[in-house]
Nanobody, 117 residues
């Protein structure tokens, strides 16, 4: 079955960096678009960054220039490099995979990122 497993979250100080990883399995990795979302309690989940099958990326305005999404098609892995972290980046981060046909819309269990000031 489709499975996404995030890792790499943790506690970091303001200005620090973290690398999140997402291991994907159960489907043909190269056919899916991936995104990293984040959610703060009481707020809706928000897209942080996405990467298409062609490697094109897009980022939410609050993280542009600080976060980098990448994918390794040989390893079935998606990454989110987060630099210059701010307290407002504190959230649970989720990896998401989408594909139109055959349809996939899957999300991992999430990994907590806490930025302390």
């Amino acid at each position: 079955q489709v499975q996404l497993v995030e890792s790499g979250g943790g506690l970091v100080q303001v200005g620090g960096s973290l690398n999140l990883s997402c291991a994907a399995s159960g489907f043909t990795f190269t056919t899916a678009t991936f995104g990293w979302y984040r959610q703060v309690p009481g707020q809706e989940r928000a897209l942080v960054a996405a990467i298409g099958t062609d490697g094109r990326t897009n980022y939410a305005d609050p993280v542009k220039g600080r976060f980098t999404i990448s994918r390794d098609n040989a390893k079935n892995m998606v990454y989110l490099r987060m630099d210059s972290l701010k307290p407002e980046d504190t959230a649970v981060y989720y990896c998401n995979a989408v594909r139109t046909l055959p349809r996939i819309n899957a999300r991992g269990q999430g990994t907590q990122v806490t930025v302390s000031s």
